[in-house]
């Protein structure tokens, strides 16, 4: 069974970065689509950013220009970069495949003060 592990939030000042960690056991990373996702307090679960096998990304508009989603084969890792990082971005953040979901990690916690 798929288990993802996500790590690397935590709190930060607006304007601030943070790079999110996901790994998983159980599957190689590199065949699937990968994508991060957030879910913030009394809202749904939003796609945020995806990966395909061959490297090619899709952002939400809403990190469009700030986040960047990139893939380590070589460590089964697959990484969120955020930068200039807004409150609005606060939330639970999850990385699952894009296409057929697995079950889901623990997430990340990020919170971003003003």
């Known amino acids: 069974q798929v288990q993802f592990v996500e790590s690397g939030g935590g709190l930060v000042q607006a304007g601030g970065s943070l790079r999110l960690s996901c790994t998983a056991s159980?599957?190689?990373?590199?065949?699937?689509?990968i994508g991060w996702y957030r879910q913030a307090p009394g809202k749904q679960r939003e796609l945020v950013a995806r990966i395909s096998s061959g490297g090619y990304s899709i952002y939400a508009d809403s990190v469009k220009g700030r986040f960047t989603i990139s893939r380590d084969n070589a460590k089964n890792t697959v990484y969120l970069q955020m930068n200039s990082l807004k409150p609005e971005d606060t939330a639970v953040y999850y990385c699952?495949?894009?296409?057929?979901?697995?079950?889901w990690g623990q997430g990340t916690q990020v919170t971003v003060s003003s």
């Open positions: 159980g599957t190689p990373l590199s065949i699937s689509t």
């Open positions: 699952n495949k894009f296409t057929t979901p697995g079950t």
